[in-house]
């Protein structure tokens, strides 16, 4: 489905991971759901899509956000301790023919506005807390666009908890909606790159209290040039927060002690 101009030029690319013990590997090394709905799950279109599935089903390892559009606009949902947390994954970057329909597998696509809506509210009604992961925005860039935060906004209003955004390869700040707050990018994890800029991630531990969302604590992560993530100590990890509190500046939060907070 994508263009070969752009594929030639390096502008664009298509991936496959070959390899069928990957989704084994990542539930041993502890990921417990993997959010499918981004801008390369249909580079080997359906037959591709079909295999991910059938790997990930077979590693006993939940996915979100891929599939005929019912499975893909479901919400993952666990218990614990008595609450019910709901994960959603979408994309609002879909290149043609990779949002899925009744009919044909694809991603979760926020390209219609009133499917990212109608899914959160879906999940609203079936548990206490609901978290929007999505695939948003451009990429290698520290400043968000008009639609990430038209977006933003959107799923808050529909229900969100908290809003986990991808895509740019690079940190970007984050904002409250409200009460829920948006991380517009978090980087890369596990992947390699020569920039600086591209090897600084985060991770964040969203702490749930019976009122709602009590805490979004900041873990700093540093990834090798090849592509090993790692928990970023001392003078890194103070450096890593850091500039994601600058990329916050714009906004109506800030980083302090390790969390996230209104400002």
């Known amino acids: 489905y994508k263009r070969r101009a752009e594929v030639a030029a390096g502008r664009d690319y298509i991936l496959r991971a070959r390899d069928p013990a990957i989704p084994g590997h990542m539930k041993e090394a502890g990921v417990g759901l993997v959010g499918l709905a981004n801008n390369h799950m249909m580079d080997y279109a359906a037959a591709g899509l079909r295999d991910t599935l059938r790997a990930f089903r077979e590693a ?18 666990f218990e614990k301790r008595g609450r019910r947390i709901a994960l959603l994954a979408f ?6 023919n990779y949002g899925a329909t009744e009919f044909r597998p694809g991603i979760a696509s926020s390209k219609d506005d009133r499917d990212l809506v109608e899914a959160i509210r879906r999940a609203r009604r079936r548990a206490d807390f609901v978290v929007l992961m999505i695939h948003w925005g451009g990429q290698g860039r520290h400043l968000i666009t008009p639609r990430q935060r038209q977006l933003a906004r959107l799923a808050a209003e529909a229900g969100c908890d908290a809003v986990v955004g991808m895509h740019p ?9 409200g009460h829920a707050p948006v991380f517009y990018s978090l980087g890369n994890f596990a992947f390699p790159s020569r ?10 531990r969203l702490v749930f209290g019976r009122a709602g969302l009590q805490r979004a604590e900041l873990v700093p992560v540093e990834i090798s040039p090849g592509g090993l993530p790692s928990v970023a100590e001392g003078e890194k990890g103070s450096e890593i927060l850091s500039h994601f509190d600058g990329f916050c500046g714009m906004f109506n939060s800030s980083v302090q002690e390790g969390a996230l907070v209104p400002s």
Do not use: N
């Open 60 to 77: 006993g390892l939940p996915v979100v956000g891929a599939g005929l559009k019912p499975d893909a606009e479901r919400a993952f949902i």
């Open 91 to 96: 994309s609002d970057v879909v290149p043609p």
């Open 169 to 177: 390869h690079v940190l970007q700040g984050a904002e409250y909606v």
């Open 195 to 204: 920039r600086a800029a591209a090897r600084e991630s985060l991770l964040v």
